[in-house]
């Protein structure tokens, strides 16, 4: 009942002094405002990577490189280390028991033609493994299989850049192509990969100018024998992402062993996405220190004017307390008062807040995602600062001797 | 609710409403003491039209603090209305305010922002009454000032005389044992302070009982009892 009448006191009280009212509140406004910001630029910005690495392969994605060594020259290199080869492949599917899934790549650049048209461009040797690694799919068509490995079959895959290059609008499969003086069936034309984090650059177009032939067939071409055939770049997907740790030891065992030196690294994405979540959580933290220091500012610029208003009405409480309040009906009222006059703030911040996203958004093209928890917490944060800073002015009034409070003029 | 339950049930004890013994205060400001009421035996009975008078620094203003239960004595006994509320805490001080006395002020002390109304239903809102009680109680007190059709009114659109008829019926709306004016005419001019002395008046020809504190000896000649106080002491009645 106090505390209804209270409210609709504060109510008035706002009314009452708008202007005063909104100065008050500037610092609860922003801070409410910048945790909004904060909190949706961040749940976005993690949506986004989520959905980055699931098309882009998983988090359970391990890369494996052949590492430069020192100031030795290729030719030296080369001669000095076998580097990473197809054997190596096979060896990590067979002993490191963390890892399901091996994707070796082989690269090389060729030349391909089809009718006129003719063009230089980087063909890779795969392993049907690199579709569920990487997250490819093909609907028109069919992807490189195991038959093909085994065969050294001439077939190959395109990306959906390369099949209109070649093919403009005409569906390029089980057409003929002539690679590297060869003549390659069209089994495939990959899916489109699209992900973009600003709604305007495709970040998987890469992958679109790519072209598939199976890594067998690549190192015949090549003149390698196959166990020693030179893999580029190799992928490999861990089966338990809470085992990261071991499985890139496994991976790195078997290297070890085969090259007797250490000319490769392994790096996990796991291991990456612990970094970015670290650098994820200060930018976070950051925000959330501006919005709490706004905050702390707002409470105390409240707190400074619930005083002065406490001091006009110091004759107020005064009648209050003579007609009958007792010092906790007292203490409740001023109190309750903080709290609307910073729950009314907080709302306002949940405006300016959204403002903050859509400013941040079209400024830096990061998406935002504005959540019920988060304007729930930004209201929370709000009212908190009410209650604890509106407590000093509170207890004073509280406190406050009726005798001399009617005594004021 | 409560307030009006007890006064109705109180059987007539003999004893009076108001029972002072020997009551003293001592203000401690600073190094020297000051002694504003020495050892004061009162008792005012229910019903009764009393008036308290003295010079400025007799200690009147003392006597009132403590009969209002705004202040507590330093030595000596108090019985209001059957409770002895000499040693109370400061809560339940303001309890026996709210259900037993009824405040007018010199100055009125309308709260400026609410509406008459709001201002009467004062006491009750912190009696814990509801809205549709508090709000027929206020109407039936501002009927007996006169001021029922003003109810809508900020105290600042009111005369004097009317702000202090509307201090009346906010003294009157808890039913009160006692209802205690402080120098009630000090800010109005002769003809309104009289008006305010008869409101006075036809509430005491109806069994309130009424403690009036001046320094004015015309007013306090129309008082059924006058209570002189000088130097901390009850001088003559």
Redesign the interface.
């Known amino acids: ?2 505390l209804l ?1 209270s409210i609709i006191d504060g109510i ?1 009280d706002i009314k ?1 002094h708008f202007g005063r009212t909104m100065l008050q509140l500037v610092g609860i406004i922003l801070g409410a405002g910048s945790i909004v910001a904060t909190f949706s630029l961040s749940v976005a910005g993690k949506a986004a990577s989520m959905e980055y690495y699931k098309v882009s392969g998983g988090i359970q994605k391990i890369w494996i490189w052949n590492q430069p060594t020192g100031k030795v020259t290729l030719d030296a290199k080369a001669l000095a280390s076998k580097g990473l080869t197809y054997a190596d492949a096979m060896a990590i599917k067979a002993q490191a028991p963390d890892v399901d899934l091996v994707s070796p790549v082989s690269q090389q650049q060729m030349t391909l033609s089809y009718g006129k048209l003719e063009k230089p461009h980087n063909v890779m040797g795969i392993l049907p493994a690199y579709s569920p690694m990487n997250d490819v799919h093909v609907t028109n068509g069919r992807f490189i299989s195991d038959q093909d490995v085994e065969t050294a079959a001439r077939v190959v895959v395109l990306g959906t850049e390369r099949a209109e290059e070649f093919f403009s609008t005409d569906n390029p499969v089980g057409k003929t192509m002539i690679i590297g003086g060869a003549g390659y069936l069209v089994v495939g034309v990959q899916d489109e990969k699209y992900f973009s984090f600003d709604q305007k650059r495709n970040v998987m177009r890469w992958m679109n100018k790519q072209m598939y032939i199976p890594i067998t067939t690549m190192m015949t071409r090549k003149g390698e024998p196959v166990s020693q055939g030179k893999v580029s770049i190799m992928n490999a997907r861990m089966k338990d992402v809470k085992r990261h740790k071991e499985a890139v030891e496994q991976i790195e065992g078997v290297l070890q062993r085969n090259h007797g030196v250490k000319d490769f690294e392994v790096l996990s994405r796991v291991a990456n996405l612990k970094r970015n979540e670290a650098n994820n959580k200060m930018y976070d933290m950051t925000f959330m220190i501006c919005g709490i220091i706004s905050l702390l500012v707002g409470g105390i610029v409240v707190m400074n004017i619930q005083l002065a208003s406490f001091k006009e009405r110091v ?2 409480v ?12 007292i203490f409740f009222q001023f109190l309750s008062e903080s709290v609307l006059v910073s729950i009314f703030g907080g709302f306002l911040g949940l405006f300016v807040g959204r403002l903050f996203t859509q400013g941040i958004t079209s400024l830096i093209k990061q998406p935002a995602i504005v959540t019920p928890s988060t304007l729930i917490n930004a209201m929370i944060f709000a009212a908190g600062t009410g209650l604890v800073f509106g407590m000093y002015p509170a207890i004073r009034a509280s406190r406050l001797n ?2 001399e409070a ?1 005594r004021t003029e | 609710m409560s307030a009006l339950a007890e006064i109705i049930e109180m059987p007539e004890t003999g004893k009076a409403l108001i029972q002072l013994e020997q009551v003293t205060k001592t203000y401690d400001s600073g190094e020297n003491e000051v002694q504003a009421l020495r050892g004061v035996d009162v008792a005012i009975r229910r019903g009764e039209f009393v008036s308290i008078i003295g010079p400025s620094g007799s200690g009147k203003s003392t006597m009132m603090h403590i009969l209002g239960c705004l202040d507590t004595p330093t030595s000596g006994k108090y019985w209001l209305d059957g409770e002895d509320v000499a040693e109370m805490s400061n809560r339940a001080l303001a309890r026996v305010r709210n259900q037993k006395i009824g405040f007018v002020f010199q100055t009125f002390n309308l709260l400026p922002r609410a509406t008459i109304l709001k201002n009467v239903e004062l006491p009750l809102l912190y009696a814990g009454l509801r809205s549709g009680d508090r709000r027929e109680r206020a109407m039936e007190a501002l009927k007996r000032v006169g001021l029922e059709k003003r109810f809508k009114s900020r105290p600042n659109e009111l005369s004097g005389g009317q702000r202090q008829r509307v201090a009346i019926a906010r003294a009157l709306v808890n039913a009160p044992s006692l209802i205690l004016a402080d120098e009630p005419t000090g800010n109005l001019d002769q003809k309104t302070g009289w008006e305010i002395i008869n409101i006075f008046q036809e509430l005491a020809a109806n069994d309130e009982t009424i403690v009036l504190v001046t320094h004015d000896p015309g007013i306090a000649a129309t008082t059924q009892r006058r209570i002189k106080i000088v130097d901390g002491l009850i001088e003559s009645e």
């Open positions: 009942m106090i009448e008035r009452d004759r107020e005064g009648t209050r307390k003579a007609v009958g309040a007792s010092p906790a009906q009726p005798i009617l």
